[in-house]
Nanobody
């Protein structure tokens, strides 16, 4: 069982930065593929970024070059550094664990989500 708790959301102006954190409980955190998803109003939840235990990463095209995912296995914590934020980044962001990729990214465990709002 894995429990995920996000923090760090809020309101920021376009062009600004925000860092999200995700604290995980449960065993074998370091071996789990972790990631972030988001869901904007009226839209489906979408993949944002993933990080493997090796440190290798994947990003959605919409955030490449602006967002950076990282993890600290000693602290069982994952981060999402978001720079050059745009109004279209406004969404509820979800931390996720045990990501897999078939035809699309999915996850077995989810955090409760936190709001990120980017004003223009």
């Amino acid at each position: 069982q894995v429990q995920l708790v996000e923090s760090g959301g809020g309101l920021v102006q376009a062009g600004g930065s925000l860092t999200l954190s995700c604290a995980a409980s449960g065993r074998a955190f370091s071996r789990r593929v972790m990631g972030w998803f988001r869901q904007a109003p009226g839209k489906e939840r979408e993949f944002v970024a993933a990080i493997r235990w090796t440190g290798s990463t994947d990003y959605a095209d919409s955030v490449k070059g602006r967002f950076t995912i990282s993890r600290d296995n000693a602290k069982n914590t994952m981060y999402l550094q978001m720079n050059s934020l745009k109004p279209e980044d406004t969404a509820v962001y979800y931390c996720a664990a045990e990501l897999t990729y078939g035809s699309r990214w999915s996850a077995n465990y989810w955090g409760q989500g936190l709001q990120v709002t980017v004003s223009s």
